[in-house]
């Protein structure tokens, strides 16, 4: 039942129970929708697409004159890391989007990024632009320059509505909240001589700036190696220091890592160069400022020309809080050679001054406009910097409230993409459709005997699984003679599947589709790094399609209990897709055979595919056809051979040479003659067999 008819009454009783202390202007206004999404970002109007599409009430709310202002500003020197690849050799509109990470989804074939650019990497400000296109061509309905300060809910529990208000005083009354507002608070750690630190937010961005300079960088993610790539050419050194080993991006497989589009810097530290990289906790240590003596290894006329620069501002040390007493402490020039780590150990990492540190940590969710009740809940992954959300993208604690985009990524972090444009565009519409306006995720339904080519399909051409491997899969579900497609559901939510889809399991069970990498950890370049023989598919490295089969929905339980690394609990049985080094997995041999004599064994019956004439010749001396036959060729489907497909067969091996030539006709008509007819089905039956 379509819930939001109701809104009326509901914003009459939600009225009555705001907190009567929240005093408005003498100029705000009330407005009342169905849906707010606010931040008027990438997933913020993703969803405004879908949400416009179904016509429904509701408002992107954005704080700045434009849509996508963060890239207005980040990255700081203006080189994307996502990748824009135009031209793939395909005309496949979804497969082409495996490989576009910046267009969002829409019903429009030319409404994609490269319309402003074609660079493989871009610059940061075409994507405001595309942003403005996408939004201007569709029509979205987006209020700039509301910059709301506080949300708090209603007091209906499990359906609480929001009222958001602005710095005006205008408030937004809402059922259903939206938030797209990405992270864009710095993240910061409190230590001794914070002050003293320079962030990636503010810092200059012209090399020149660096000139001469030594320069610690506090982290190792993309930001810090972006900005040290910048200033390298300059600087006289480039430190940088974080907890963690640097994580590649190529080795590990999340898009988060660092990128080699941002790597020089490793080049220059293993060549020995005087960069480099180095490992130890923020929270300890602590950076003072020592002032140059006179009596200092640089001469005062190289003093005064740092000062006229900018510069003079004494020399920066790292170390550990626990060497600094008292007069050293607070940034205090009254340091002595004893509160620096190089005097207790003379081969420490980082004794020499700085000129500059830097801190690039990344940025995190803004918590601090919620009131307390309305207030997410910190996630227990990347250090609490995102909101805690469901399988589902529902805040944990905020009913009807839920987080898009980059803010959702704690669900897949480290994971997967859905923290990047090219993972968050295919997720949460269809869930909101389900529940708000009794809408079932859409399915496709299937004869059981087209299911393998379906999957082929899917498998060599979809991009939502592709993106958000591990993330969302293809959900089949197993009637017998038919089954029902579900594509590109959250598999972490299998067990809410009939609550979020609407589609009841059936008693035969289900199959899940998921592309995912293997968990047998190898060198990423190294030699025997893939498989190529399909017996040992489970063995594959490389991204790959995984298909789980399971006689019964699992529970919540075995969604918690299941194995580490895995997408989905144990299943009935499994099969795995060899991974294929062009990702295009059509082979009859190594992917299709395989594949069906897996599903075979799931469903006990016999999927093999066959020509007209071995339709006929079993239609003819069997009581009960085969699937296929009974499902295409008895219901005049079906193919025909031909010429060219006996050929095909045979250049491929599935049959042996002919003789009769008579099968080799180009006429696709039935033989005349039962003679004939016995020749081509026994050749057929050779191919069929497979």
């Not at 029509?139 to 300060?149: E, F, I, N, S, T």
């Not at 004869?447 to 958000?468: C, D, F, H, I």
């Not at 298909?547 to 795995?576: C, N, Q, S, V």
């Amino acid at each position: 039942m379509d819930l939001f008819p109701f809104l009326p009454f509901l914003f009459t009783l939600i009225s009555c129970n705001v907190n009567p202390k929240v005093q408005l202007g003498p100029n705000s206004t009330h407005h009342h929708h169905d849906y707010c999404v606010l931040g008027g970002g990438p997933a913020g109007l993703q969803m405004g697409y879908f949400l416009e599409k179904r016509g429904r009430d509701y408002i992107i709310l954005e704080r700045n004159t434009g849509p996508g202002s963060f890239f207005n500003v980040y990255p700081r020197h203006r080189k994307l890391i996502s990748i824009n690849k135009i031209y793939t050799g395909r005309r496949n509109r979804e497969f082409n989007l495996r490989h576009d990470w910046n267009s969002l989804l829409s019903d429009r074939p030319d409404l994609l990024f490269q319309r402003i650019s074609r660079q493989l990497y871009p610059e940061a400000d075409d994507f405001p632009r595309y942003l403005s296109m996408y939004v201007k061509e569709l029509g979205l309905k987006v209020r700039y320059g509301v910059d709301v300060g506080k949300i708090r809910a209603t007091d209906l529990s499990s359906k609480r509505g929001y009222i958001l208000t602005d710095q005006h005083g205008s408030v937004y009354k809402c059922s259903v909240l939206l938030m797209s507002t990405g992270l864009w608070v710095p993240q910061q750690v409190n230590f001794e001589g914070s002050d003293l630190v320079e962030g990636y937010e503010s810092i200059p961005v012209d090399p020149e700036e660096y000139r001469d300079q030594a320069i610690l960088i506090l982290g190792k993610g993309n930001a810090a190696f972006e900005t040290a790539q910048s200033i390298m050419g300059r600087a006289s050194r480039v430190h940088l220091y974080s907890p963690n080993p640097v994580r590649l991006a190529w080795q590990t497989h999340y898009v988060g890592d660092l990128r080699a589009v941002n790597n020089e810097l490793l080049d220059t530290y293993q060549l020995k160069s005087l960069d480099g990289l180095v490992e130890g906790g923020l929270e300890d240590i602590a950076i003072v400022r020592r002032e140059r003596g006179n009596g200092g290894r640089r001469s005062g006329q190289r003093k005064k020309a740092r000062a006229k620069e900018g510069q003079g501002r004494g020399q920066l040390y790292l170390t550990l809080a626990e060497l600094l007493d008292d007069s050293s402490r607070n940034g205090s020039a009254k340091v002595k050679a004893e509160n620096l780590p190089g005097y207790h150990n003379d081969n420490f990492s980082l004794r020499q001054p700085y000129d500059r540190v830097i801190r690039c940590l990344g940025f995190r969710f803004n918590f601090s406009i919620f009131d307390g009740s309305a207030r997410p809940v910190h996630s227990k992954s990347a250090r609490g910097r995102l909101p805690a959300v469901t399988a589902w993208y529902e805040g944990r604690g905020t009913p009807n409230m839920f987080v898009l985009g980059t803010a959702g990524h704690s669900l897949d972090y480290r994971m997967s993409a859905g923290g990047f444009v090219h993972g968050f565009r295919y997720t949460v519409h269809r869930v909101l459709e389900q529940r708000y306006h009794g809408n079932a995720w859409p399915a496709t339904k299937l004869p059981t005997s087209q299911l393998l080519s379906w999957l082929l399909k899917r498998v060599n051409e979809a991009s939502g699984p592709y993106q958000m491997f591990g993330v969302l899969g293809d959900v089949v579900l197993l009637h017998g003679s038919y089954c029902e497609y579900l594509e590109e559901f959250p598999v972490q939510a299998l067990s809410q599947l009939p609550t979020l889809s609407g589609h009841r399991v059936p008693e035969k069970g289900l199959l899940v589709l998921v592309l995912q990498y293997g968990l047998n950890h190898t060198d990423t370049l190294g030699p025997n790094r893939a498989e190529s023989e399909w017996t040992r598919a489970w063995r594959s490295s490389f991204l790959h399609p995984v298909l789980y089969y399971y006689d019964t929905l699992p529970t919540e339980k075995d969604m918690r209990l299941r194995p580490i690394g895995w997408p989905l609990p144990r299943p009935k049985a499994i099969h795995h897709m060899i991974e294929d080094f062009l990702t295009e997995w059509d082979q009859p041999i190594s992917h299709s055979q395989p594949l069906r004599r897996f599903l075979e064994n799931c469903f006990q019956r016999d999927l093999r595919t066959f020509y007209a004439e071995s339709c006929f010749r079993f239609s003819l001396t069997s009581q009960k056809p085969p699937l296929f036959c009974r499902q295409g060729y008895l219901k005049k489907q079906g193919i025909v051979g031909n010429r060219q497909l006996w050929q095909h067969a045979r250049d491929a091996g599935l049959m042996p040479d002919l003789q009769d030539t008579e099968v080799l006709r180009e006429n696709p008509q039935l033989p005349q003659s039962l003679p004939h007819t016995e020749a081509a089905v026994t050749s057929a039956m050779n191919f069929d067999g497979l």
